[in-house]
């Protein structure tokens, strides 16, 4: 996924360097303006939201005002250009903005979600070296999946590039379109995630890669919660207030997974006016893990396989996270700290 580049007077007048955060309360009332999607990898925010959960958290001082984004590449736009204070994201996006922002103009301050990305194919590919000369779609070029998939196919021996040439044929395409051209017999699979893979396995295909074996652990993020670090330097306590909310979110996810799904498919079907079917939205469920651990050490693994292949130019993370309030509130809550990398 791609960002475009800020000037260098558009990052200074957003923000200068992240601070520490347990300090000061917020002055007056405050406004969060805070981004997610509609879709099943953002269970915990469409939750958190609907429940009131985040508000709760937040308090009668701050006015959660929220907006829906369709891709990485949009949200993380909003926040750049100040649209946005926070946003619920994947993994690559997340890395551009810090990149192409010089390390200023966003931190990672809390896990969301892991896992649910698989390679799905058609009937009789069954191995890696069946794919030579095949077609797979990815949803982007360059964006978290695309990388996954290519970085999988070279350590396979096989060569892709950005025209769809090489050993195996990339063809980076949106999630519905995948779909409708997996079903039409026009690519024989796709590296995906959630809720695309499943429906692709009903589709008729057959998962030839789950993602979670290529990690250590199985772990791996997928979905983050980024803060602008001018709003995490000027209210701390906000952010960390929604960080609460987070925890509390993942909680209920995990607790009471029925009545979050049905709280999902709510969401979803009043934000894009389409329905997710009930056995789809639980098929992709059970194959996400909701935590507040972001999962720092994949995230450097996706960005050195990015810059191998050409798509960032650095993959000097350092600095991209600031876990200093998401420590205070589990020490708070009596739960294990996370090492920051």
Not at 24 to 34: C, E, K, Y
Not at 36 to 45: G, L
Request: charged share 15%; net charge negative.
């Amino acid at each position: 996924m791609s960002v475009r580049v800020l000037t260098l007077a558009a990052v200074v007048g957003l923000l200068l360097a992240a601070c520490s955060a347990g300090a000061q309360q917020s002055a007056g009332p405050v406004a969060l303006r805070l981004g997610y999607y509609p879709n099943v990898t953002h269970a915990t925010p469409l939750v958190g939201v609907a429940s009131g959960i985040y508000s709760d958290k937040l308090g009668a001082g701050v006015t959660l005002d929220t907006k829906t984004f369709n891709a990485g590449p949009e949200a993380a736009e909003a926040l750049l250009s100040g649209s946005v204070d926070a946003t619920f994201i994947g993994p690559n996006p997340a890395v551009n903005a810090f990149i192409k922002s010089s390390g200023q103009a966003i931190r990672i301050v809390a896990g969301s979600t892991s896992g649910g990305a698989f390679l799905v194919v058609k009937d009789g590919i069954n191995a890696a070296a069946d794919l030579r000369g095949k077609k797979i779609a990815s949803p982007q070029l360059g964006n978290t999946q695309d990388v996954a998939l290519r970085s999988w196919l070279t350590s396979q021996g096989f060569t892709t590039d950005a025209q769809g040439g090489g050993d195996v044929s990339v063809a980076p395409q949106g999630n519905p379109e995948t779909l409708e051209t997996f079903r039409q017999g026009q690519i024989d699979g796709a590296w995906v995630p959630e809720p695309w893979a499943t429906q692709m396995i009903k589709a008729g295909g057959h998962v030839l890669v789950a993602e979670r074996d290529l990690w250590p652990d199985g772990q791996y993020v997928t979905t983050h919660l980024i803060v602008s670090t001018s709003f995490l330097q000027a209210h701390p306590d906000v952010v960390k207030h929604l960080i609460e909310g987070q925890l509390a979110a993942t909680d209920y996810v995990n607790d009471h997974p029925t009545e979050a799904q049905a709280t999902v498919a709510s969401e979803i079907t009043r934000i894009t006016g389409s329905s997710m079917s009930a056995d789809v939205l639980a098929g992709s469920w059970r194959n996400l893990t909701f935590t507040v651990d972001p999962i720092a050490s994949s995230l450097q693994t996706s960005a050195d396989a990015a810059k191998q292949l050409g798509f960032l130019q650095t993959s000097d993370l350092k600095g991209i996270y600031d876990l200093t309030l998401l420590n205070e509130v589990l020490t708070t809550a009596g739960r294990p700290t996370i090492a920051a990398p």
